[in-house]
């Protein structure tokens, strides 16, 4: 029992900069989500561009 309440305070500082830590980390998931969701609405509309140039008919040129 007296060790545990020697080590309380420790485990208290340890306590405290493991959630400043996950505070911190939470701001990067944030931010590296939100770049992932918006790179990916960015690649997603190039890609549907360059599929429809890719197919696209120019009927001045169509020759049954």
Do not use: H, W
Not at 3 to 21: C, G, Y
Not at 38 to 48: L, R
Request: aromatic fraction near 10%; charge should be positive.
């Amino acid at each position: 029992l007296n060790i545990m309440v020697t080590l309380s305070p420790i485990s208290f500082q340890v306590s405290v900069r493991d959630e400043a830590l996950q505070e911190k980390n939470s701001y990067f998931i944030k931010t590296y989500v939100i770049l992932f969701c918006m790179s990916a609405i960015i690649v997603g509309i190039v890609q549907v561009a360059l599929v429809r140039r890719m197919f696209r008919v120019d009927t001045s040129r169509i020759r049954i």
